[in-house]
Every structure is written in C-alpha cells, then in structure tokens.
C-alpha cells in the first residue's frame, strides 16, 4: 500500500458549528495541490455533534479521510500525537479546526519543504486574537526563548509542517505532558519558518480557558527546561544572604540601642514577601513533580475507541472527485 505525500491531522473538540466549512475549504485546497494527501481528524471526545459530522465526511471521501475517536477529552496536544502515530503521509501537517489557520496556505508550507527545510514553523500575520492573548503569548514566546534553546518566532500557532521523521519521533516520546511545536523543533536539523495569515474564530469558542492556558505554558516550560528550578536556587540564596545581614543588622542594634517593638509591620511585609516566593517555589516544585509523578505511572497517554478508515487496498487518491 503506497503512502500518500501529505497527511493533514486536525485535532476536534466540540467544533459542530465549524466543521462544515472547514470540509467546505479544505478538501478543495487539497486538491488543488495535486499531490495524493489524507485528512487524519481526531476527535476529541467532543460531546457536542462533531462526531457524527465527522462520520458524514468519512462516508463522503473514504479514500482520502481518516477519524480516530478517542476515549475522552486528552487536549489538543494530546491528540495531534494520537493523529501522529496514525499519520502515513512523508510530510505532516497540522491544523487547527476553527479555521483561524486558512488550509489554503498549506501550499506555501509544503513549498519550503520542496526546498529542504525538514520543519516548518509559522508567524501568523495580524493575529486575531483578543488583546491579553496576544500579550500573553509574547510574554511566554520571550519566556521560552529565554530557558530553552529553541528558536520560534510565534510558538502558537498550530497550522506547522514535519517531515515524516519528525512526526515519528515525537510518536515515539512517551510523554504524558507535552508541547508539540517546541519538541518538533528540538528533533529538527534544518527548521524555518514562513508567515501565514490568520483569522478570527469564526464560529464557537476558543476551547483554551485562562486555567488550561496557564497549564499549557507549564507543559511547555518544565517539558523543556529545569532552568526556573535552578533560578530557584540562586534567588534561595541571594535572599539568605540578604535576610541573614537583616539578622546581623538588627542583633547589632538590638545591642546598642535595645529592645524595639516598632518596625513591626516592616517585618512583616518582608516575612510575607519570603514566603510568597516559598509557596511559589513549592507551587514550581509541585509542577515538576506532579509531571513525574504522571509519566513514572506509565497509564496509556490516550485511549482510541475507533479509528474510521478504508479497507487497506482502497488508497488514498489526491481527489479527483471532489465532491466534499
Ligand atoms: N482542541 C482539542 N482538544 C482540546 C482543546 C482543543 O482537540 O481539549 C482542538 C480544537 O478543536 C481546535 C484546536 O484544538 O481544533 C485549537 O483549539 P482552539 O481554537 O480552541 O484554541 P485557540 O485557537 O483559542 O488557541
Ligand atoms: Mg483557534
């Protein structure tokens, strides 16, 4: 059975309103690249109609779609590994499926994999996204850049190309937790990026709470860098070293000018300042531990229900029907 040149993977949460369009423009930008291509669509224990949306597509283009079920809700990682190991294009594209990534510019990506590239990141031009995401994304893409060693301009943005490689390696990395963009870049020996153009969720929510944002940049942080750990040492002890000349100061006063009960509340503001930065070290701590704690489990990272696909035999075809 012949592999097919490209497979898109698109993970599915809870994206009924969204999913006709998205087969609407996809399928036809697909074909217009005339390369033989599958769509893998992993849903992501959606609760609302998008699996039986997605079951539709699949009777519609059996020959090039794919659906794998998963058991539950893993998050969009989590899934797109699940899309990862199921993949058997020699490139791999990942899309989001809200549209805000435009499938009609996955030529422009494959075209810098024509030029040798094995990864390629994206900028989303005029990224339309409400303010504080912005802001925060910047906050955390200067973060990254800061504790790890890996170079991206716009670390969020999920419509990214791998060479087949790639994709088998992130495949093969066991990890319950983890950031797929950043660990495609750590396997990559020749990475670019290209700017795409970006647009506003059309239809339905953003599926990434304030709590599952925070979560996420921890996944990204301690995933790949024990640096905030370290950092934690050296402020531990420059502030010892500050806290015990405070001691000093006041012993030496307390002898020469005697017992005081003034500067109380200086006191404490100091004493509250040291412990806030403790229960953040505990809380930083937890984090890693936590994350070890998940993987030494060893518990399957996703469980599959059903995967949806033609008998071996019926290949993937690059679309001469459209008809989806
Ligand atoms: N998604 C998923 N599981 C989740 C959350 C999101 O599969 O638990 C999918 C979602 O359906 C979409 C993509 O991941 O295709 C990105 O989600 P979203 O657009 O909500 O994220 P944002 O663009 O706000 O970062
Ligand atoms: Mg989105």
């Known amino acids: 059975m012949s592999n097919p040149d490209l497979s898109v993977i698109i993970p599915v949460y809870n994206e009924e309103e969204g999913l006709q369009t998205l087969f609407d423009r996809l399928y036809p930008a697909l074909d217009a690249l005339q390369r033989p291509y599958e769509v893998v669509f992993i849903n992501d224990g959606s609760t609302d109609r998008s699996a039986a949306l997605l079951r539709r597509q699949f009777e519609k283009r059996p020959g090039d779609t794919r659906i794998v079920f998963l058991k539950g809700n893993y998050g969009q990682h989590m899934a797109i590994v699940a899309g990862f190991e199921q993949a058997r294009g020699d490139r791999i594209v990942t899309l989001d499926a809200d549209l805000q990534n435009p499938p009609e510019e996955i030529g422009k990506l494959l075209a810098a994999m024509d030029a040798g590239y094995d990864y390629v990141g994206t900028i989303r031009q005029n990224r339309q996204d409400s303010t504080w995401r912005r802001w925060a994304s910047r906050l955390m893409n200067r973060l990254r850049e800061r504790i790890t060693r890996i170079q991206m301009t716009d ?96 012993f030496i006063r307390r002898l020469i000018v005697g017992p005081e009960a003034e500067g109380l509340f200086t006191l404490f503001a100091i004493t509250f300042f040291l412990i806030s930065i403790l229960l953040f070290g505990i809380g930083l701590l937890g984090e890693y531990v936590g994350r070890i704690y998940q993987q030494v489990r060893g518990r399957p990272r996703f469980l599959i229900e059903a995967i949806l696909e033609a008998p071996p035999g019926n290949n993937p075809h690059s679309g001469e029907t459209p008809q989806g």
């Open 155 to 250: 670390q969020g943005c999920m419509l990214r190309a791998y060479d087949r490689k790639i994709v088998r390696a992130i495949a093969s990395c066991n990890e319950v937790n983890t950031f797929i963009p950043a660990l495609a870049h750590t396997f990559s020996s020749n990475p670019t990026e290209v700017e795409v153009k970006h647009e506003e969720r059309a239809v339905g929510q953003s599926k990434y709470s304030l709590y599952s944002l925070v979560r996420l940049n921890f996944d990204l942080v301690t995933g790949f860098s024990v640096m905030p750990l370290q950092l934690f040492s050296l402020l531990g002890m420059v502030l010892s070293l500050l806290s015990g000349l405070f001691v000093v100061y006041l």
